[in-house]
């Protein structure tokens, strides 16, 4: 291995931890306990070090929310996966549900914090584009819609996922019921009939 190589690998490595740790102490404590004095205590880096590697907490908090992007689309591609393809959307749905149930304060950099992350663009990151892809492909799965608004209709189920999820969260919905709700939305669906989308 060569000088530079080993250089990139250690700075790779402490961005790496520096993120890392903003997730734990999100998770731990929420995202206002994340500066970059607390980051420097908990790592041992000097705040100059940290600011070689995230010039702003936008910075920092746009690659947390990088990781989850790709850290969901895994979950939802494993779940897509596991198991016969008419019922990909309802594993998918549930997969979904179930990341930001078990990761909050990762959801919350994701989909609830300002973010300079572009969705919906030509240049959006493939983080970003790969776990809405997974849900595009589950639907195309899961139902005998042809419509070349599929990207429409993804759009609509993503924003319910996220509805609930959001509304659950905040205890605005009634306790115990989200299974029945995921399978509510997801049977207008998965009902054999295909999707029309006006206009399409």
Not at 156 to 164: E, P, Q, T
Not at 171 to 195: C, P, T, Y
């Amino acid at each position: 291995m060569t000088v530079d190589d080993r250089r990139q690998r250690e700075r790779t490595a402490r961005r790496q931890l520096i993120v890392a740790t903003a997730r734990d102490l999100a998770e731990q404590e929420g995202w206002d306990a994340v500066t970059t004095r607390r980051l420097s205590t908990e790592i041992e880096y000097s705040q100059p070090v940290i600011y070689k590697h995230f010039t702003s907490m936008e910075d920092l908090m746009d690659a947390v929310a990088l990781e989850g992007f790709s850290e969901l689309a895994e979950s939802l591609g494993a779940a897509r996966r596991d198991g016969p393809p008419g019922d990909a959307l309802r594993r998918v749905a549930h997969a979904f549900m179930s990341f930001a149930a078990e990761n909050p304060a990762l959801y919350d950099a994701m989909f609830s914090r300002t973010t300079r992350l572009r969705f919906g663009a030509p240049d959006s990151p493939a983080a970003l584009v790969a776990g809405f892809e997974e849900l595009r492909q589950a639907i195309v799965d899961s139902t005998t819609t042809t419509s070349p608004e599929v990207e429409t209709l993804t759009e609509v189920i993503w924003s319910a996922l996220h509805g609930l999820t959001t509304l659950a969260r905040g205890g605005r919905l009634r306790l115990g019921l989200d299974r029945e709700r995921i399978e509510l939305l997801v049977g207008h669906f998965v009902s054999g009939r295909s999707v029309v989308i006006p206009g399409s």
